[in-house]
Structures are given as structure tokens and as C-alpha cells.
């Protein structure tokens, strides 16, 4: 069993007894985390976006959160909660602040733009992998996928980065 | 053939080597994809692609570019949440706690006072009743019980509720900037004073300043004490954790006796090793000390006194700390700090990512089994009187009483 597991689970089963402690511990122990993914994807400018889609991802946890333990697949709570605030970041439609005087060369900014722009399974996929910088094996429990179907995704998802640029030179080009 | 052999039992009516079967399946990935996998876990280890790996895959290209890009976003809300986020996430969520569930307790029905139906009540004879005034009775017995109850709850107070004693000489627990788990160092002690550390007026931490060595031969050089580190791998029951050493900072105190009360910080990643990898948990940090009081704020979290074999410390977890580095640990932190003659060894890491306290204490017991201090500055004791003397370093001297092996 991985490492803090064991844990997670009694919390969640804690929590579904109605246990005020363990509510607290489990947003103590996950809160950082899940803000930190939730903001490197919007951008720094959406603070108080970020700070509102963490809260709604703790909220959709916790009506949730007595399907979180199932049996020998349940994934540490960590990673469930980063595949909950994808699914919010989703679901709100969440983008990175849109900079009047955009820089060409901000290539991060555009990752970002990139990423919301995608279907949000391939998204979260290169999400993870960046600004996470999550193993494999982690990248496909925070999607709820296999390991082949999580490198698939990632793979789709670098290939439509490659497309949307090339589509962009193509357009400078013509109209040089 | 053995999965034949397995299957070949099916018919036996044993169903459990089939499901065996699939469950260790291997995940089969087609080349490309094992490829990607492959890069993904070569950057995360901070080795570069390779020409070999790029050439001929856009996909590849683009990975190596974006990873390089997102490093800054990787840097990015480290510092500390937004005011309130926590508790408005916590009371958002507590709408939707169910309430805990009350024990059902069965009430013996209660006889009316004095009276039961099964037992006949007796005709009694006539008392003589004292028709003289009873207050002045009631009142000494009423002081009397008073001056009891009051002697009970002082004497309950003074024996339960009083802090519990420390056998602790440099560890100590506070709350509020009182001790409520004393250190007890010697007598003649005196706190150093260092002008470049800084003492925190809201928390009872000791800011110092480290600053990066070279090496650990440099770094056991500039303290007094052998430098004790991580072992590189530990299993605790059926896990298995390597400990990947990074680097070494010494904080030296500018003060008199510079060397005296240095202080040093290892930085270490803990990984998980899964059988088939390993998983990063996270970066852990180690601080060691020499005669130095090393405090813990209960106030942020839960603590508890351990034993790891003949090492006694204290077990912090909670949110956030702020190590002596000044670094704030934000998330679930766990702080284990033990003490072993006059050294006091902090290890510190993120519980959320994985770091236990059966993790760290199997740390501690495998450095108790096997030290592993770095021989590039002997280190012993003057043992002129029989009793250590701080802050002096002394090239071991050969035994002449061992042989000489070659």
C-alpha cells in the first residue's frame, strides 16, 4: 500500500462518521497542494479564481467522499483531489487572465492557454506532468486511468500543442 | 506454463489463480508510449533528453521545450496560502458533515425512591424526635465539605493536569512561548548568541542563516560534531524508501566561539520504491545541532513524546512549520526531533506526500544500527576527566593496543 494511504482512507471513513477532527486534518494534510495545481494552471494573476475552485473541489470531495475508499483501486486522497479540481477547472470554465498586451514570448502564458483550451482529460494529463511533475504511475491515478491510457492522453495532448503552432506559423507566414 | 498451470487449476474450482493472473498483468504500452514514459521520469530526474530520444518525434521535441518553460510555474504558489482559504473550505465542507452517530443507551428504569412494590415496608416504631435548632451543624458540615472538595481538586490539579515532567536536556515544547515540555540542560548552561540568527517574535523558532558547502568533507570541517547521514535506503514492514542526499548548509554562529554552536541542514528526496520504480514523496530536510535547544510549537500541532532505542525525542505534526532554515512547511508537516548525547537530530518532511512516522522512526533506527558519519574530520572526545568537553576536535589517535591488520 503506498506510503499515507492507510491514512487517507480512515480519514474519509472518519469524515463519513461525522468527525469534525477529521475534516480538518484531511484539508490541513491536502489544501496546499490542490490550490498549488489548481493556481500553476490559471496563472498567478487568478488567485482568487484558484482560491475559489479549491474550495468547490473540497466541497465536490466531500459529497464524494464515502466513494473515495473503493477496495484495492482507491489512490492516495492527494492525487483524487487533483482529478476532482481538473474536473472543476473544467467545469467553471476556468482560464488564465487574458493580458491586454500579450508577449509572444511568453511561452508559459501560452502553455496555459493551451492547456484550457483542450478537452480537459488531455489537459489535466500535461498538467500533471509539467507543473506537477508527477511520475507516470501518479499521472494516471490523478485521471483515473490506465498507465497506457494516461501516456496516450499525454501524447494527444503534446501533439495538439504541435498543431496549434504549426497552424500559427502557417498564418505569420501568409500573412508576411 | 506456469500460467498454464495456474489456469489448469481453474478446474479444480479454485477461482483465485485466474484473477491473479490478470492483476499482475503487465500494462502493455505500445512503443511510443513507453518511450513517452521513459522521458517523463528522465526529466523528472533532472536528466536532459538526448538527441537519439528527440530525433524524428515532435511530440518528444515539444515535451523537453514545455518542461523547461513549466519550471517556472513549478516555482509558483510556494509561498503561503490566501488568508481564510482554509477556513472557509473547512466550514464550506462541515455543512455537509453528517452528524456523528449517538450511542443508544438503555436506561434501567428507576424504582421510586425508597419504595418497591416487592418488598412490604414495615410498620416502624415511633422516634423520638430532637426538636432543638440544627443549623449551626449544617453549617460546619457544609465548610468542612467545602475545604474537601477544594483539597481534591488542588491536589487532582497539581498531580494530572500539570505539564508533564521532560527527561529531555535539549528538546523542548512550547505554547504560547511557554514550556510546556521543558528542556532540562545543564545548569551552567548559556544560549548562544549569534548576531546573524534571528529569533522569531511569534514563534519560538530560531531563524539562522545556512549557507551551502561545497562538500561534506568542507562542512565536517566547519562543525564540532560528526555530521550523521541519512542512511541511502530504509524499509519499514513491506515498504522500502531511498534516500537521495542533495546537499549540505551550515549555519555558523558569528557570535564568540564561531564554530561552537554551528548548526547544519541536509537536504534529502525520499522516494517510494513500488517494485516497478519508484515515486517521488518529496523533499525532506535534516538539521542537526550541538548543545543548542531545539523548540517545537504545540500551539500549530499535535506532539507526542517517543523512545526510537536509546534516543528520546519529541514527534510534531501539524501545519504549517516554519523550520530553523526560515522555510515554512506548508500542508500536513511531521517533525520528528531526537536527541542523543548533546546532538539533536530534526527531521522534517511533508505527511501529505507520503511521510510517515514509522518512516522516520525506521530512519532513526537504522542510523542507531549503523552510523553513518563521515570519516574526512575525526571527531572524539577529550576524555581528560571522563566527561566530554564541547567544541573541541581531536585527530583520533591509533589504539596501541589493537593490531595493526594489512
Known amino acids: 500500500m503506498q506510503p499515507g494511504l492507510e491514512l487517507d482512507i480512515s480519514l474519509a471513513k472518519d469524515i463519513g462518521e461525522g468527525k469534525r477532527e477529521a475534516l480538518d486534518r484531511v484539508v490541513n494534510r491536502h489544501l496546499g497542494a490542490v490550490y498549488r495545481y489548481v493556481l500553476r494552471r490559471l496563472g498567478p494573476e487568478q488567485e482568487s479564481l484558484a482560491a475559489d475552485v479549491t474550495q468547490d473541489t473540497f466541497y465536490m470531495a466531500m459529497r464524494q467522499m464515502k466513494r473515495y475508499p473503493r477496495g484495492t483501486r482507491t489512490v492516495p486522497m492527494r492525487l483524487w483531489l487533483l482529478r476532482l479540481a481538473g474536473k472543476q477547472i473544467a467545469r467553471r470554465k476556468a482560464k488564465p487572465a487574458v493580458v491586454e498586451f500579450e508577449d509572444p514570448d511568453d511561452e508559459l502564458a501560452s502553455l496555459r492557454e493551451a492547456i484550457a483550451g483542450m478537452h480537459e482529460i488531455e489537459g489535466a494529463a500535461i498538467a500533471l506532468a509539467l507543473f506537477e511533475e508527477l511520475p507516470p504511475e501518479e499521472?494516471?491515478?490523478a485521471l483515473g486511468v490506465s498507465r497506457r491510457a494516461a501516456m496516450r492522453h499525454l501524447r494527444n495532448a503534446l501533439q495538439r500543442i504541435n498543431k496549434a503552432q504549426a497552424e500559427e506559423l502557417e498564418d505569420w507566414s501568409i500573412d508576411g | 506454463m506456469d500460467s498454464l498451470r495456474r489456469i489448469y487449476s481453474l478446474g479444480k474450482g479454485n477461482l483465485r489463480p485466474i484473477r491473479s493472473i490478470f492483476k499482475q498483468r503487465p500494462t502493455r504500452m505500445s512503443k511510443a508510449e513507453a518511450r513517452l514514459e521513459a522521458a517523463l521520469n528522465q526529466l523528472?530526474?533532472?536528466?536532459?533528453?538526448?538527441w537519439t530520444q528527440l530525433e524524428d518525434d515532435p511530440e518528444m521535441v515539444t515535451l523537453a521545450r514545455l518542461h523547461a518553460v513549466a519550471q517556472e510555474a513549478r516555482?509558483?504558489?510556494?509561498?503561503?496560502?490566501p488568508p481564510n482559504l482554509q477556513r472557509n473550505a473547512t466550514e464550506r465542507m462541515s455543512t455537509r458533515l453528517p452528524r456523528p452517530k449517538q450511542q443508544i443507551v438503555k436506561v434501567a428504569p428507576k424504582s421510586l425512591a425508597g419504595f418497591s412494590e416487592n418488598v412490604?415496608?414495615?410498620?416502624q416504631v415511633e422516634e423520638n424526635i430532637n426538636l432543638q435548632s440544627r443549623v449551626p451543624q449544617w453549617i460546619g458540615a457544609t465548610l468542612a465539605a467545602g475545604l474537601l472538595v477544594t483539597f481534591v481538586f488542588?491536589?487532582?490539579?497539581?498531580?494530572?493536569?500539570?505539564?508533564?515532567?521532560?527527561?529531555l536536556t535539549w528538546i523542548e515544547v512550547q505554547q504560547g512561548g511557554k514550556p510546556i515540555y521543558a528542556a532540562n540542560p545543564p545548569h551552567d548552561y548559556k544560549a548562544p548568541r549569534c548576531p546573524a540568527w534571528t529569533t522569531m517574535s511569534t514563534s519560538p523558532y530560531i531563524i539562522r542563516n545556512y549557507v551551502p558547502s561545497p562538500d561534506k568533507n568542507k562542512a565536517q570541517g566547519d562543525v564540532d560534531f560528526p555530521i550523521e547521514y541519512l542512511p541511502e535506503s530504509v524499509i519499514v514492514g513491506n515498504t522500502a524508501y531511498t534516500l537521495t542526499y542533495l546537499d549540505t548548509a551550515i549555519a555558523a554562529c558569528e557570535g564568540p566561539g564561531a564554530v561552537r554552536y554551528s548548526n547544519v541542514m541536509l537536504a534529502y528526496i525520499a522516494k517510494w520504491n513500488t517494485g516497478s520504480g519508484q515515486v517521488k514523496l518529496g523533499t525532506m530536510s535534516v538539521f542537526e545541532g550541538?548543545?543548542?535547544?531545539?523548540?517545537?510549537?504545540?500551539?500549530?500541532?499535535?506532539?507526542?513524546?517517543?523512545?526510537?532505542?536509546?534516543?528520546?525525542?519529541?514527534?510534531w505534526q501539524g501545519a504549517p512549520y516554519k523550520d530553523t532554515s526560515g522555510f515554512d512547511w506548508f500542508g500536513d508537516t511531521i517533525v520528528l526531533a531526537i536527541e542523543h548525547d548533546d546532538i539533536t537530530t530534526t527531521v522534517v518532511g511533508q505527511a501529505s506526500n507520503g511521510i510517515t512516522e514509522e518512516m522516520l522512526a525506521g530512519i532513526i533506527k537504522q542510523m542507531t544500527k549503523a552510523p553513518t558519519a563521515q570519516p574526512a574530520s575525526q571527531y572524539t572526545?577529550?576524555?581528560k576527566d571522563g566527561t566530554p568537553i564541547p567544541g573541541i576536535l581531536l585527530p583520533i589517535r591509533p589504539d596501541p593496543n589493537k593490531a595493526v591488520t594489512k
Not at chain 2, 75 to 81: F, K
Not at chain 2, 120 to 123: E, G, R, S, W
Open chain 2, 381 to 383: 572526545k577529550d576524555l
Open chain 1, 139 to 141: 499521472i494516471a491515478d
Open chain 2, 154 to 167: 488542588w491536589w487532582t490539579g497539581s498531580n494530572f493536569f500539570s505539564p508533564p515532567k521532560s527527561d
Open chain 2, 75 to 81: 516555482s509558483q504558489g510556494l509561498e503561503a496560502l
Open chain 2, 120 to 123: 412490604p415496608v414495615l410498620t
Open chain 2, 290 to 315: 550541538r548543545r543548542q535547544v531545539m523548540t517545537v510549537d504545540a500551539a500549530q500541532g499535535k506532539w507526542k513524546s517517543v523512545t526510537i532505542g536509546d534516543h528520546k525525542g519529541v514527534l
Open chain 2, 44 to 50: 523528472r530526474d533532472g536528466v536532459p533528453l538526448n
